[in-house]
């Protein structure tokens, strides 16, 4: 797997987009072992999670894809949910959502990072 270039994280998992590949990390196995729930991208730039849903923005062609957590896909089957041309992130904040500190913790980190 080629380095991540972006991640989000919920209770359970660690979602990571390595270039052109989306990759779900189980938070309580030890041995690091992922999947891949999505390939096929050109050029992933942005993920986030809330609501059980993951988002990921593919700066290659103006994608934005929404998928179920525990959905295993392929882009050929996946439509795009929105398609915003060069869009290069994303991010997504839930008020409702039990992670909601931590995805307004690592937002703020994000932001102080840049």
Known sequence: ???????????????????????????SNKEAEYKTLMGGLTDVQGVAYGSNKIYVADHGDGNVFQLDVDEHVDKAVVEPWLNIPGVYS??????GD??????????????VLS
């Open 1 to 27: 797997m080629d380095p991540g270039i972006d991640i989000a994280v919920s209770a359970k998992y660690a979602f990571i987009s390595s270039g052109d590949q989306l990759h779900q990390f189980n938070l």
């Open 90 to 95: 994303i991010h997504c904040v839930n008020g």
């Open 98 to 111: 039990s992670d909601f500190a931590a995805q307004l913790i690592a937002g703020l980190l994000l932001i």
